[in-house]
Each structure stands twice: as structure tokens, then as C-alpha cells.
């Protein structure tokens, strides 16, 4: 079993930035690749980015290419979504998720999942 839980949500303007962070405990932190995901009200919940149990790689959805980096700190166990000039259609509950497969944004391949961390832009 893997134990998620997020911090770093809350409340900032459009333009601004925030770092989520996901601290995993349980089994062994580097056998999975991590992934974050969210989900607006009313929809449907989409992959935002995902890192690769060796940290090498990562893979971004394009809406978020060039505005959110993924990174992972083994050490700490730690998975981190830095978001950078945030929109206000960024506005969701933003899960990390833990998977045992290599790197993927296919929410159904996902393990283990975080209780999730509200994030909301203002216009």
C-alpha cells in the first residue's frame, strides 16, 4: 500500500503560481512513477503531468506545456507540481496519483491516489 496526501492548494490570482507537493508513505517511493491529475466541477477528471521513477523523464498535457513542472524528490519522498502563471480555467482539485507501470497519463493505470489539494484562480 502507498499513502498520498497533497498540500500547497488554495487560493491565488490569475498570473500567479503555487507548488503543490505530495508526500508518499509505504512502500518503496522510487518503484513508482508519479503522476498528478485534476478535476474541475462538472468535469470529467484529465492528466496534467507525470514523472518517471528515475526522474529522467517526465510528460506534460498540453495545456499546461511550458507553465507547470513535475519533479520528484526520492530522498523526501516527495512529488512536486510547480504551476506557474496560473489561469483561472486552472481552477480544480489537483490529485497525485502513484503507478507501478512506466510513465503514462492514463488515469485507469494509476494505483494509488492522493485525497486531493483545491486549487483555485481568480480572474
Known amino acids: 500500500q502507498v499513502q498520498l496526501i497533497e498540500s500547497g492548494g488554495g487560493l491565488v490570482q490569475a498570473g500567479g503560481s503555487l507548488r503543490l507537493s505530495c508526500v508518499a508513505s509505504g512502500r518503496t517511493f522510487s518503484r513508482y512513477s508519479m503522476g498528478w491529475f485534476r478535476q474541475a466541477p462538472g468535469k470529467e477528471r484529465e492528466f496534467v503531468a507525470a514523472?518517471?521513477?528515475?526522474?529522467?523523464?517526465?510528460y506534460y498535457a498540453d495545456f499546461v506545456k511550458g507553465r507547470f513542472t513535475i519533479s520528484a524528490d526520492n530522498a523526501k519522498n516527495t512529488v512536486y507540481l510547480l504551476m506557474n502563471n496560473l489561469k483561472p480555467e486552472d481552477t480544480a482539485v489537483y490529485y497525485c496519483?502513484?503507478?507501478?507501470?512506466?510513465?503514462?497519463?492514463?488515469?485507469?493505470?494509476?494505483?494509488?491516489w492522493g485525497q486531493g489539494t483545491q486549487v483555485t484562480v481568480s480572474s
Open positions: 514523472i518517471s521513477r528515475s526522474g529522467t523523464s517526465t
Open positions: 496519483a502513484a503507478d507501478l507501470s512506466p510513465i503514462t497519463g492514463r488515469a485507469y493505470e494509476y494505483d494509488y
